[in-house]
């Protein structure tokens, strides 16, 4: 096998607090090893297109604290194409990358994979996301922070529910995967989620509503998932206010100030672990792997079970948020 003089570092998909972290980690650690590092803007669009740089330790000096890329991210619809990922290929070849390490979600890394296998070419990934339903992994970057930043707005919105005794639904993000809806739940002491794994009927939340209500308060907060499977915040309130009047119902969808802020000292951590493992796995010789966590251990998982899509959720920490807002 080739020695890996210079590697590629690209973000693509959603952004999350903690990417620039792990670019500086990666950056840091591949320069420690004696390689060389090119950044590459905008995903795979700029892969496509030539946004190529060179990095040195200075570029990634005091971004550990700020949200967002510094290489920019986006979504690229030609890199799905075999035409697409060919220019890639060809701009690779240019820069004399040997390696490249992609940070971001599912869609991501599936490119990496295709990438991967068509090119015969080293990849390997880091989980970025803040939707944590990346396989094989127990934590993705940018989760905690947008856990965190649920509750925060969580706390805030339970003054105002309970001044005025309403129900509220908040919608959070996550694309097909309940994580955020159902920890984020946990963490503000919510009455009930809502998440696509799980389905619930509106009698079903009815009851878990009449509960929180009837024992002990007169206000109620119920975390929605974004997902088709459960319509949404604005879909389950208008079917909640038609069959409950007696309910006053409130509607606040978080949207992308989920995505942005600081990230927390568990982001970072986790950021600058993996990146660093990153570079370690080149250098032991594994290919087309994503970086994960298993119990606190740094473990690589094939790209191919990484993007598989069973991530589990914990079914019985929806058991528990019943007992715990009564
Ligand atoms: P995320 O990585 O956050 O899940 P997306 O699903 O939007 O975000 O994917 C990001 C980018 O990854 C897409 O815009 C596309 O360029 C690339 N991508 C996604 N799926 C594939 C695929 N099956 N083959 C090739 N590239 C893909
Ligand atoms: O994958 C991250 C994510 O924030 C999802 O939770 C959400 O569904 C999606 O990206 C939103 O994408 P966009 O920023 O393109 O609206």
Redesign the pocket.
Known sequence: MAAIKTIGVLT???DAPGMNAAIRAVTRSAIYNGMKVKGIFR??KGLIEDEIVDLETHDVSNIIHHGGTILKT????E??TVEG?QRAYENIKKHGIDALIVI????????AR?FASEFDFPVVGLPG?IDNDLSGTDHTIGYDTALNTIMWCVDRIRDTASSHERLFFIEVMGREAGFLALYGALAGGAEAAIIPEISTEVDQLAELIQNGFRESKNSAIVLVAESPVTGGAMDLAERVRKEFPQYDVRVTILGHLQRGGTPTAQDRILASRMGAAAIDALLEGQRNIMIGDDDERIIYVPLSKAIRKDKTIDREILEKLKHLSK
Do not use: I
């Not at 986006?74 to 619809?77: D, E, Q, S, T, Y």
């Not at 971001?104 to 490119?111: A, M, T």
């Open positions: 693509s998909g959603g995903g795979y986006a979504r690229c619809k890199f799905k990922r971001g979600g599912d869609g991501s890394l599936s490119g295709q996301t």
